[in-house]
């Protein structure tokens, strides 16, 4: 290189899991050129899943995905605590908010999403949990209180009700839909979810919409709902999330529901990549757009965004996959499932140990476990692999669902060779995340064509 010659830069924008894999990877491939993270917050990126499960319980800290020290060994310049506020996409230079700018070469945005906020349930004693700045004053307020309420039966507030019983407090989720995790887990799974809340103690109100806030009294919150108002000390609202979208729509990047990219991340603009939470990703394998919110994905987006990046050109053809701690038990799930069809159940709902499956014709396309991580990793590799498998053998307990693979060892289609690879590598979590098997699709309104993210559906 002339001494003229300047390295090429790739900045990220957004400093979560997706972002911090993409950067790891592009090292650990030989990218030698210049790295700059920017990040809204202050800290390097984090693990997210703990902060509804055992940092709220007070068994983690904040899980680092990296060490601090790893971007300094790796010559990663980190910006946190700025914010991206605006793309020159001509210029190809990102604006930042303390009135500086960066060049780039490539960019990759991995912004995530935000909690969806609703209009006059705000004030002091509503918290959102998203950052482990939330995760801090949600833990010390649940700590101080008595009786938490939590508006919204999707996974987060399952998990806070969760880990608020087992915290010893009271806890009442208000749900407007008929069943927890209704839009996820669909009315029969959801009923088993809800038994599994009120059996701990929690005091489940389903098809409860609530109307309004005042304060209550002691300095609380008080609830309206439609059965009378609900007094507590702190309500934690999850009822959804938003993308973070804007940044990429101002730059006139397409996006719905997401920053749309095709099945290699890329956006509409050469050298603009996209990743994680944010992104509405057309996969061929579903034919349509694809936003989940499940963090092996957004771990998965980022190692493959890397590749890509490099010139390595390959297709995103993971299965995906989440899990979700609630009290002792784990619901798990791989595929896209959809509620609406039929579902094959292998197990007991009455015994809370199933794994619940989806059909496409002769072919598994979704699990949604409970307390069966090991058919959630089975079925994975099946979805990701040529097989056939039938409605009667997808309920025979006696039948290992790895037998459904043909024996004679079909080669995976080039559409699935990808998930095949990495199918078995599902249950490692990235450093310091312990997740014991889930993700999720969202309560976002989808656009025509796109598969909502479910894993903070209320
Ligand atoms: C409490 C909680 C529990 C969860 N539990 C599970 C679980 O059990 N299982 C599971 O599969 N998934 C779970 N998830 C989801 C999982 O954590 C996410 O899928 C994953 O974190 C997404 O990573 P990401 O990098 O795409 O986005 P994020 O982690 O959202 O990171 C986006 C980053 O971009 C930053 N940013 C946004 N805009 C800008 C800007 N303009 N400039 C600079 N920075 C910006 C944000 O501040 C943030 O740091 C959970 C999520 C939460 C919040």
């Known amino acids: 290189m002339s001494r003229t010659q300047r390295k090429p830069r790739i900045v990220g924008v957004g400093g979560g899991v997706a972002s911090a894999a993409a950067i790891a990877e592009l090292r650990k491939e030989g990218f030698d ?11 390097v990126p984090y693990e997210r899943p703990p902060l509804s499960k055992e940092f709220l319980l007070g068994r983690s800290g904040s899980v680092p995905v990296k060490d601090p020290s790893w971007y300094q060994q790796n010559a990663v310049e980190l910006l946190l605590g700025v914010r991206a506020t605006r793309l020159d996409l001509a210029a190809r230079t990102v604006h930042l908010s303390d009135g500086s700018a960066v060049p780039y070469d490539q960019l990759l945005l991995a912004t995530g999403v935000r909690p ?51 915290l010893g407090k009271r806890a009442t989720i208000l749900e407007a839909l008929p069943t927890l995790l209704y839009r996820a887990l669909g009315p029969d799974l959801g009923q088993v979810v809800a038994g599994i809340h009120r059996d701990a103690g929690v005091d489940v109100r389903t098809g409860q919409p609530v109307t309004g806030l005042t304060r209550g009294p002691g300095g609380g919150v008080r609830i309206a709902t439609g059965d009378g108002p609900v007094d507590a000390d702190v309500l934690v609202v999850g009822v959804g999330t938003v993308p973070n979208q804007e940044l990429a729509e101002q730059a006139g990047l397409p996006v719905g529901n997401g920053i749309v990219v095709d099945e290699y991340f890329a956006t509409a603009v050469p050298g603009v990549w996209a990743v994680g939470d944010v992104v509405a990703q057309h996969l061929p394998r579903y034919g349509r757009r694809v936003r989940v919110e499940h963090h092996d994905t957004a771990l998965r987006h980022g190692r493959a965004v890397a590749r890509n990046m490099l010139g390595r050109r390959a297709p995103f053809g993971d299965v995906h996959w989440f899990w979700s701690d609630q009290f002792e ?8 499932p959809s509620t ?12 809370r140990s199933f794994s ?6 002769e072919r598994l396309s979704a699990v949604i476990s409970l307390n069966r991580p090991k058919d959630v990793l089975d079925a994975r590799k099946l979805i990701a692999r040529e097989h056939r498998a039938t409605a009667d053998q997808l309920r025979d ?27 078995s590598s599902a249950a490692t979590p990235s450093a310091g995340t312990a997740p014991s098997a ?5 309560a976002t309104a989808p656009s025509a064509g796109t598969v909502p993210s479910a894993r903070t559906a209320p």
């Open 33 to 43: 050129g210049d790295i700059t993270l920017v990040s809204a917050e202050d800290t």
């Open 116 to 166: 969806r906020a609703l209009p006059g349930i705000d004030g002091a004693g509503v918290c959102y949990l998203r950052t482990v700045q939330d995760a801090t004053e949600l833990r010390d307020r649940i700590n101080a209180a008595r009786h938490v309420a939590v508006l919204g039966g999707g996974f987060i507030g399952c998990e806070v009700a969760s880990a608020a019983i087992q």
């Open 329 to 336: 038990h784990t619901i798990s799930s791989a595929g896209l």
């Open 340 to 351: 609406d069809g039929p579902l094959i159940i292998r197990g007991s709902l009455e015994q």
């Open 356 to 361: 619940a499956f989806s059909l496409d014709g």
């Open 397 to 423: 307990e006696s039948l290992p669902l790895k037998r459904l693979a043909p024996s004679t060892a079909t080669a995976p289609s080039a559409a699935t060779a990808s998930s095949a690879a990495t199918a």
């Open 438 to 442: 889930a993700g999720t699709p969202s």
